[in-house]
């Protein structure tokens, strides 16, 4: 499987952790025929039409640039408590053993950039070590924006029963290592840091450019139909007005700047390129890794 490309200098490796499917519903702004009108650009990567079911890939994407391994997301992790969301309750997957044959081993991981702090996201932070939660990684600074770790921790307004789980097992136990941002920050020549608030009030992408740019979006986008729709909610979205202008102005830059979209959970080859078309987007190419 070809899970590694170069964006100019940069060397980009996709690691799957896990997929699901998970119904349409969870887009409330998205009508039935809307899935039938953009079948071309959905079917089979991405929609099911026999099932009205869409394709979700939880992943993470690892930067090497600049003399810095970043890893950007760490998904669900082992052994969670999850009761708010079963499907990601005690999962048991060989995260470790994809990223060790991808090459990387977790102590040479540098940056753990957290896009937010929903669950998925930052489950790998952390693993079981003699029945306590240790850092996967033991030398990376933890990337969190001020934002979402206001909002998400204990006296936040989006502090609740899920929240205070994933704060136990994912958060707290790296605060010796948490470095806290806010706005923007230049983590290297090539890589930085931007708030994209909507999904979470903290929401942020990570821009680089080596020579051929890209955006890791996050949640920004859960599935290609927000591509040609950009103005559709997810569920998820704690602002879901926000979310849609930030959606189109970060797919705007990137159209511009010919910067490759790549999402948290887009199963397929996992990102594409895409062009402005009046107030909607279109995808010019994906990526060139083997589609999951």
Known sequence: MNGRIKLGTA??????????????????????????????????DFYRPETARFRLAIQSWIVE???????????????????????????????LGALAAAGIRPEDVDV???????TDHVGWNTRRVDGA????????????HDADHRHFGPEGAGHNAGAALVFADSVDP???????????????ESL??????????????????????????GDLTHCPIQIPRP????????????AAVTRRRVFTEAA?????????????????????????FRVDDWLGLDPV
């Open 231 to 242: 103005g559709d909610a997810c569920s998820f979205d704690v602002n879901p007005a926000e």
């Open 256 to 280: 511009r700047r010919r910067a490759a979209v790549v999402p948290a959970h887009y199963p397929g080859r996992g990102g594409a390129r895409i062009v402005a078309r009046g107030d909607r």
């Open 174 to 188: 790296v605060c010796e290592q948490i470095q806290l941002w806010d706005d923007n920050y230049q983590l290297s």
């Open 11 to 44: 060397m980009l490796t996709r690691v799957v952790e896990h997929q699901f499917e998970a119904g349409i519903e969870l887009f409330p702004d998205t009508p039935a025929e809307a899935w039938q009108d953009e079948a071309d650009l959905l079917v089979p």
């Open 65 to 95: 640039v600049d003399g810095l391994t970043v890893l950007i997301d760490t998904g669900v992790g082992n052994d969670r408590d999850r009761p708010h969301l079963p499907a990601l309750s005690g999962l048991s997957t060989d995260f």
């Open 133 to 144: 939660w240790a850092p996967t990684f033991p030398n990376a600074r933890y990337l969190m």
């Open 192 to 217: 930085w840091l931007r708030t994209a608030s909507g999904h979470t009030p903290g929401s942020s992408v990570v821009w680089l450019d080596a020579g051929v740019p890209a955006v890791f979006v």
């Open 112 to 118: 753990v950039v957290n896009t937010h702090l929903h």
